[in-house]
DNA sequence: CACAAAAACAGAACGGATTCCAGAAAGCAG
DNA sequence: CTGCTTTCTGGAATCCGTTCTGTTTTTGTG
């Protein structure tokens, strides 16, 4: 009965594999994107073999939102270090979420592996898009809040935010729309903090035929 | 040199095997999920040979985009026919997406592979993704008009709802949300539409350390 | 009708993700 | 140190998407 597998390691010799493997991982993609990543490939440059690679990981996927989970709790942790600049929440936002941008577009490779494997809607990944999504969200939290606690309304919408924003780098990224219109969308996503009365009536608006 | 296979059929026989391979295709999904189309046995079920499959669709991604060409094209042609109820723009788009989840929520395991294949990055699907998106596109500005013409900033805005749209729908399909917290997020996007002032500054708010 | 080109077919072949297996190595209680 | 459990390993086996091959229709044209 008993094999469970290091879903989190503990000894040292497995935080080791681990780390070994989201490294190498990460540089085979930003190098040649996620068809350069194969499962043989990957457990041969982190030193572990394909079955204990798949003990760690239980499917390539879990990998990338391995390396997701490990990029987004170090960006929280460094956020959360400082205050982020800006007058309003929304300014401290956007700019936030500009430079979020900017940063992605030096790996693009990298960023679209990513992109792709965080809107995956399979249920056996949904529990750690969950939590990388919970992270980006804590600390757009923090940004937000620049020090206190933000209104109820704009916590409501943050996930809004988030959503426009990984939809204007996927749209970037599949070449449907420019840098700069990348940049509009996330400028006009992060207006919504600014909206007044939030809270909406349900379902007014059900009436006439289904598409 | 000549092998250019018909991504558009031309005689009777091959819009026949075109649409059969569709509808399988669609049945298959909508009964077992992405896991359950198998290209050979797509490819039984439609009548034709694997060779034959993948000279109509190069992929098995094409299938399911191909699905989408044809859902979106024949709800455009259906949309356009008449005029949406509501009393403003924001109204309308708002009533017509949220239709739009209500149909999509009867059939959650195709929808969950059509919205996974249309948030594709890849360089080889970007041609038809920005054809089924325009589509989409389309039939938003056909139902924020009601009629007569929108305003240029509000066309301009239309994609950046139709990605809050997607993005509610695939965070609903992963678990992640509620239905009723996918509706808030369109209705809320939809809001949107009503603000002023859209067109932005580029570029005041990349001060500071990227991400 | 006959013939060349294009399209379709059955089935084998290939590649990469994932799984399975039997043995070696590592960790740990006594 | 010894025995026992868990982890790791190399490699074979499996599954499925995709490609390839040789052959058989189908189509278009004179």
């Known amino acids: 009965m008993p094999q469970a597998g290091p879903a989190v390691p503990s000894t040292a010799a497995q935080h080791g594999r681990h780390d070994r493997i989201l490294t190498a991982?990460?540089?085979?993609?930003?190098?040649?994107?996620?068809?350069?990543?194969?499962?043989k490939d990957l457990s041969q440059r982190a030193g572990v073999s394909v079955a204990t690679l798949y003990r760690y990981f239980p499917a390539k996927d879990h990998v990338l939102l391995?390396?997701?989970?490990?990029?987004?709790?170090?960006?929280?942790?460094?956020?959360?270090?400082?205050i982020t600049p800006g007058a309003t929440a929304?300014?401290?936002?956007?700019?936030?979420?500009?430079?979020e941008f900017r940063a992605?577009?030096?790996?693009?490779?990298?960023?679209?592996?990513?992109?792709?494997?965080?809107?995956?809607?399979?249920?056996?990944?949904?529990?750690?898009?969950?939590q990388v999504e919970h992270l980006h969200l804590q600390m757009l939290e923090h940004v937000a809040s620049g020090g206190a606690p933000i209104s109820a309304e704009q916590r409501q919408l943050l996930p809004v935010v988030q959503a426009i924003f990984g939809a204007a780098t996927?749209?970037?990224?599949?070449?449907?729309?420019?840098?700069?219109?990348?940049?509009?969308?996330?400028?006009?996503?992060?207006?919504?903090?600014?909206l007044p009365d939030?809270?909406?009536?349900?379902d007014a608006l059900l009436a006439g035929p289904a598409n």
């Open 198 to 202: 939030v809270a909406v009536a349900e």
């Open 90 to 99: 929304r300014d401290r936002v956007t700019g936030h979420l500009l430079r």
């Open 25 to 39: 991982a990460t540089s085979m993609l930003a190098a040649g994107g996620e068809d350069a990543l194969q499962m």
């Open 104 to 130: 992605q577009q030096r790996e693009p490779r990298l960023t679209a592996a990513l992109s792709r494997v965080i809107s995956e809607t399979r249920r056996s990944y949904s529990e750690v898009i969950e």
């Open 170 to 194: 996927r749209r970037w990224l599949a070449g449907v729309s420019s840098p700069a219109q990348a940049r509009f969308e996330i400028r006009v996503g992060c207006r919504l903090l600014d």
């Open 66 to 82: 391995g390396i997701l989970l490990s990029r987004y709790s170090s960006a929280l942790t460094r956020v959360t270090a400082e």
